[in-house]
């Protein structure tokens, strides 16, 4: 504790900044985590204690904050490797940032919760980018860190995630993309083509035939040709997907003026594959309508369940994803996004062996499993009460979710001991029982919850950084970069 606080405080010591001779702290006091600001505290709200001043990490203090100390502040990352690093309680950013800081390479995204996250935790897109800076500041980073406005659909979403500062905006058209496509009869698919919204795409069937029809496009030493068919299924299944991500990526242009901006174009939660030919239309396309992103999450053949490794033949998904990898280059470049990427342990190594850098590892409900494992050691009585409910739980909740555990298959509590509760974070079923129950569980044990976090902090943190050591040992060799000439994408002028 620096002298002068008047009042008994452990300091954070990374957390400590000077700026225009005023120097800031985040220390714990019995009431919690306070930011110090010795010398100019204009501006901050707190309580005078000798010659500091003592501030709660109001919104108004973090804004604050942010003028003063610019790198608390998210910015774009390009096309550097990222991973996404959500945190559905607000506590999880220190633990993220002590495994990144290990890894000199990789970028955090440390703000990152998706609209439907926000509504099951009760959290608003700016406490998502306000827990996130606090854990910015307790730890000192002084690197670039991007804030991802996650799995956007409409205008309103965007419009309160740009009022919060968000520079990544990951939007989700998934709404949009017809499914039925993939396997409709041609009759079918020629009468959905006259319907597609051609106005939005500035374009029409004639046009749409005469760009591809008859053409092979080479891509890194093999070629894509569509014939009728195969082009009818893309338009179909994407044509109004790939209109609504345009519609919504103006819009944010449009809101954000002269503000840097990263985009994201999601279509991972589809019921069908990604194909490579698909991938190739939904990326030529989307720079004819002129997005410019970053990043692409494809629908990745295989299965992407929530919290557990990959499910499929990693054979043919290698093969897959060297050809995806190598549109994103020809096309971009840029980045192949993982969404559902935590846990994924047995795919990375094909990521970092295909695409290099171009990755984007997006994560989000892992971190609240390690919270679990946490709770689950300190105080093992909450554990057994929030898995009692979840299994009650599961049935209602994983409907918005692809996944396949069966609550028949968790251990029966009764025969776990205290000090193996844990063990049920390592099962399969455990693990996705808790992990999409999570919204119930915040609503019922919540406080609690918090409470016991906090009280354990460290353990947590060590939790996560050891969780997400193995996340990122895949990629912690240096990764090709891009040669100097290598820019991101950039289509024609967007038309309004």
Not at 10 to 20: C, D, F, L, M, Q
Not at 33 to 43: E, I, N, T
Not at 54 to 72: K, S, V, Y
Not at 361 to 372: F, I, M, Q, R, V
Request: net charge negative.
């Amino acid at each position: 504790m620096k002298p002068g606080y008047g009042l008994a405080a452990t300091t954070y010591p990374r957390s400590t900044a000077e700026a225009n001779q005023t120097t800031f702290s985040l220390v714990r006091v019995a009431e919690g985590k306070r930011l110090v600001v010795q010398g100019d505290a204009r501006g901050f709200e707190g309580e005078v204690r000798g010659s500091s001043k003592l501030c709660p990490l109001t919104p108004g203090n973090a804004a604050q904050l942010r003028e003063r100390l610019p790198w608390l502040s998210p910015q774009p990352l390009g096309l550097k490797l990222s991973v996404g690093f959500g945190d559905r309680l607000g506590l999880a950013t220190p633990g993220h940032l002590q495994a990144a800081r290990k890894v000199e390479h990789v970028a955090p995204v440390l703000a990152q919760q998706s609209i439907r996250e926000n509504d099951r935790t009760g959290r608003s897109p700016q406490q998502v980018m306000d827990d996130a800076m606090w854990g910015v500041f307790q730890e000192g980073w002084r690197e670039p860190w991007g804030a991802d406005a996650d799995h956007l659909k409409t205008t309103a979403d965007v419009d309160v995630c740009v009022a919060a500062g968000y520079t990544f905006f990951t939007v989700d058209p998934g709404d949009h993309v017809d499914n039925e496509g993939h396997t409709a009869p041609m009759e079918l698919l020629k009468a959905k083509i006259h319907a597609l919204p051609w106005a939005d795409l500035y374009d029409s069937p004639e046009q749409l035939y005469e760009r591809y029809l008859g053409s092979e496009f080479a891509v890194e030493g093999w070629t894509i040709a569509f014939d009728e068919l195969s082009l009818a299924r893309a338009a179909v299944k994407y044509g109004r997907a790939l209109a609504h991500a345009a519609r919504l990526y103006r819009h944010l242009a449009r809101a954000l003026k002269e503000r840097s901006f990263e985009f994201e174009v999601s279509v991972d939660e589809t019921e069908t594959p990604t194909s490579p030919l698909e991938h190739y239309f939904i990326a030529r396309e989307l720079g004819r309508l002129g997005v410019q992103w970053v990043s692409l999450a494809p629908r990745y053949v295989g299965r992407f369940e929530k919290g557990v490794d990959y499910i499929g033949d990693l054979d043919t998904f290698d093969q897959e994803l060297a050809q995806h990898a190598a549109i994103a280059r020809v096309l971009g470049p840029y980045k192949l996004s993982i969404h559902s990427g935590s846990d994924k342990f047995s795919i990375y190594p094909s990521f970092v062996r295909h695409a290099g850098s171009l990755v984007h590892l997006k994560t989000a409900g892992t971190s609240y499993l390690e919270a679990l494992r946490a709770v689950a050691s300190a105080e093992p009585d909450l554990f057994r009460r929030i898995l009692t409910f979840a299994l009650g739980r599961y049935e209602e909740d994983r409907a918005t979710y692809h996944v396949s555990a069966e609550v028949d298959r968790v251990p029966r509590l009764d025969d776990v001991p205290d000090a193996e509760l844990a063990k049920v974070l390592d099962l399969f079923d455990g693990r996705e029982v808790l992990h999409v129950t999570f919204g119930s569980v915040l609503e019922r044990f919540g406080k609690q919850l918090l409470s016991a976090l906090d009280e354990n902090e460290e353990a947590y943190s060590a939790a996560l950084e050891a969780h997400f050591d193995r996340h990122l040992a895949p990629f912690s060799g240096r990764v090709p970069a891009l040669s100097s000439g290598q820019r991101v994408n950039a289509g024609p002028d967007g038309r309004d």
